[in-house]
Each structure stands twice: as C-alpha cells, then as structure tokens.
C-alpha cells in the first residue's frame, strides 16, 4: 500500500513519524526514542537503498515545530515493512 510519511523531531531527539495511506483512509503515528532507532529498522525492512536514504534524510532533517512536520515522503510499505518500522503495532488515529 502507498503511505506518505511525514517526520518531527523534538530538539530532545524523539523521532515522531506520521503514516497516511495515499487515499487518506488510514493514519498511524509512532514514536521512536530517536531517528538513528529509525534508521536501524530501516536498514532491515527491505526497502530499495534510494528509498531508504530518502527516508533517512528526511528523519535526520526533522528539527522543527512538532506542528509543522518535516514533509512528506511517499513509499510503497508492505504489511509485513509497517509491522517492521512499528508503524503497524503503532497509534491508529481516526478523523
């Protein structure tokens, strides 16, 4: 499924990483301690290596207002990748 993520970072480091299916239909959020844990999952998801230096720069790029995410970055995740990044066991967020 295509999800656009979306990357804040606090300036204590917490990595926060938002999740929306390209339809809109589903969101999830999930918090990592910091962006090098992110990195660490990503390394291990099967992801080609473009789309995971792209992911990578956008978390390490983050810094900012926790309202104004770090924009978007669109990628085709599998069920297995989302349980992986801990975006599947993540907060689900319902409008």
């Given at each position: ?35 090098e ?26 810094y ?7 924009c ?24």
């Amino acid at each position: 499924m295509l999800f656009k993520l979306a990357f804040n970072k606090t300036m204590q480091g917490t990595l926060r990483v938002s999740a929306t299916t390209v339809r809109g239909s589903d969101h999830v959020l999930a918090i990592y301690d910091n962006d090098e844990a992110f990195t660490r999952l990503l390394e291990h998801s099967e992801l080609d290596a473009e789309t995971i230096g792209s992911l990578k720069g956008s978390a390490e790029l983050a810094y900012g207002s926790q309202n104004t995410p770090t924009c978007c970055e669109e990628v085709e995740l599998t069920e297995a990748q989302l349980n992986l990044l801990r975006l599947g066991e993540a907060k689900r967020l319902y409008a």
